[in-house]
T-cell receptor, first 114, second 118 residues
Framework: GAVVSQHPSWVICKSGTSVKIECRSL??????MFWYRQFPKQSLMLMAT?????????EQGVEKDKFLINHASLTLSTLTVTSAHPEDSSFYIC??????????FGQGTRLTVV | GENVEQHPSTLSVQEGDSAVIKCTYS??????FPWYKQELGKRPQLIID?????GEKKDQRIAVTLNKTAKHFSLHITETQPEDSAVYFC?????????????????FGQGTILTVHP
């Protein structure tokens, strides 16, 4: 299957700082990328959908000014958590797809805000 | 929007037994239903998927059935092994392009913690 790489795998940051997470499709061009958040022992909740070159579409209840998503190329999307707070601590996972139905997931980023 | 309900939340079986996990969905336009296995702290791995034009699909010990009328689909694992222990998620999505912002996004069920005892 196709490879999606997410970086970093884990990050610890201080409250009030911003953190950027990268999601790269290594061997295919991703027309669409998705960002999910997963709290411990819970399901994956879609945060936003991004298409290359256009603004991301955020799910209801997700603050677009807090979770900045950029999809500048067909192989890279970034999620920036701005002014992070402890309640933003979570597992963030991206997925990417081209024209096939299957979505390929990154390995996830464990964010801890202290 | 789509809503996916998954049951049971936990499932404990003996090695060699079968395991069945069930999901229901609300949006009759959904036409793609993947199942994922997720181990602790790792990415979800696609284990099997089914499209709405098919009623059943099998891959070795894993099978999925779909009832479009009732809007439910199930995962069946036979001859379970300890390494099958993980969290399993069902999901629903719409393909081909449905227009708007719903194209290709997955709505996940709540997950099932499967434990296979040796």
């Amino acid at each position: 299957g196709a490879v999606v790489s997410q970086h970093p795998s884990w990050v610890i940051c201080k409250s009030g700082t911003s953190v950027k997470i990268e999601c790269r499709s290594l061997d295919f061009q991703a027309t669409t990328m998705f960002w999910y958040r997963q709290f411990p022992k819970q399901s994956l909740m879609l945060m936003a959908t991004s298409n290359e070159g256009s603004k991301a579409t955020y799910e209801q209840g997700v603050e677009k000014d807090k979770f900045l998503i950029n999809h500048a190329s067909l192989t890279l999307s970034t999620l920036t958590v701005t002014s992070a707070h402890p309640e933003d601590s979570s597992f963030y996972i991206c997925s990417a797809r081209a024209d096939s139905v299957e979505a390929f997931f990154g390995q996830g980023t464990r964010l801890t805000v202290v | 929007g789509e809503n996916v309900e998954q049951h049971p939340s936990t499932l404990s079986v003996q090695e060699g037994d079968s395991a069945v996990i069930k999901c229901t969905y609300s949006d009759s336009a959904s036409n793609y239903f993947p199942w994922y296995k997720q181990e602790l702290g790792k990415r979800p791995q696609l284990i099997i998927d089914i499209r709405s034009n098919v009623g059943e699909k099998k891959d070795q010990r894993i099978a999925v059935t779909l009832n479009k009328t009732a809007k439910h689909f199930s995962l069946h694992i036979t001859e379970t092994q300890p390494e099958d222990s993980a969290v399993y998620f069902c999901a629903a999505s719409k393909f081909p392009r449905a227009g708007g912002t719903s194209y290709g996004k997955l709505t996940f069920g709540q997950g099932t913690i499967l434990t296979v005892h040796p």
